[in-house]
């Protein structure tokens, strides 16, 4: 059974920093490319950031332009985690973030992902 479990999401005020995590199990981690979406209320799941697999693309990385020079994507293999270092947040960052994942590939868009965690809530106050 595949699972995907985010943490580390919360209440932070614009300018604070946050770090989310997602733990994955039933899978061939190192094989999958992982990303990061977000969802706020009356809008669009949204691509943030991807990391692809050593396997497929050496662990390449990219970004949604709004979060670029903020926002770091990584991943520890050993550990099965993929993590979202969040700097200099915004309003605008407030959402649900949800991790991803695919089998090869590339993560770009919302239709490229194989597996999903269940969510994880970042509030960001002015």
């Known amino acids: 059974q595949v699972q995907l479990v985010e943490s580390g999401g919360g209440l932070v005020q614009t300018g604070g920093s946050l770090r989310l995590s997602c733990e994955v199990s039933?899978?061939?981690?190192?094989?999958?490319?992982m990303g990061w979406f977000r969802q706020a209320p009356g809008k669009e799941r949204e691509f943030v950031a991807a990391?692809?697999?050593?396997?497929?693309?050496?662990?390449?990385?990219g970004y949604a332009d709004s979060v670029k020079g903020r926002f770091t994507i990584s991943r520890d293999n050993a550990k099965n985690t993929v993590y979202l270092q969040m700097n200099s947040l915004k309003p605008e960052d407030t959402a649900v973030y949800y991790c991803?994942?695919?089998?090869?590939?590339?993560?770009?868009?919302?239709?490229?992902?194989?597996?999903w965690g269940q969510g994880t809530q970042v509030t960001v106050s002015s």
């Open positions: 039933g899978l061939a981690f190192r094989t999958y490319s």
């Open positions: 991803a994942a695919r089998r090869l590939g590339s993560i770009v868009t919302r239709y490229d992902v194989h597996f």
């Open positions: 990391i692809g697999s050593v396997n497929w693309d050496g662990a390449a990385t």
